[in-house]
């Protein structure tokens, strides 16, 4: 069975940075898609960036040009590098696997953009 497990949340100030990472147990990155979602407290799970089997990155408005979705096969890992961090990026960040008919998400970590 596949597991996702997510790192690199903690309290940042904003207009700070941090670089999630999801690591997989097993080899199954380079032919799935992935992508981060995030939940705030008191709202509903949002979706923020993909990358696709091919590459192909897409991300939500709220976080374009300062998100970056990456890839790095030969370490099963999807980071997420978060830049310009403001206080409405505080929520809880989970990733997402798809892979035919396999569909996994992690258990999340939480980032806090607070003074």
């Known amino acids: 069975q596949v597991q996702l497990v997510e790192s690199g949340g903690g309290l940042v100030q904003p207009g700070g940075s941090l670089r999630l990472s999801c690591a997989a147990s097993g080899n199954i990155f380079s032919d799935a898609a992935v992508a981060w979602h995030r939940q705030a407290p008191g709202k509903q799970r949002e979706w923020v960036a993909v990358i696709s089997r091919d590459g192909k990155l897409e991300y939500a408005d709220p976080v374009k040009g300062r998100f970056t979705i990456s890839r790095e096969n030969a370490k099963n890992t999807v980071y997420l590098q978060m830049n310009s961090l403001k206080p409405d990026d505080t929520a809880v960040y989970y990733c997402?696997?798809?892979?035919?008919?396999?569909?996994?998400w992690g258990q999340g970590t939480q980032v806090t953009v607070s003074s």
């Open positions: 997402y696997l798809v892979r035919g008919n396999l569909a996994v």
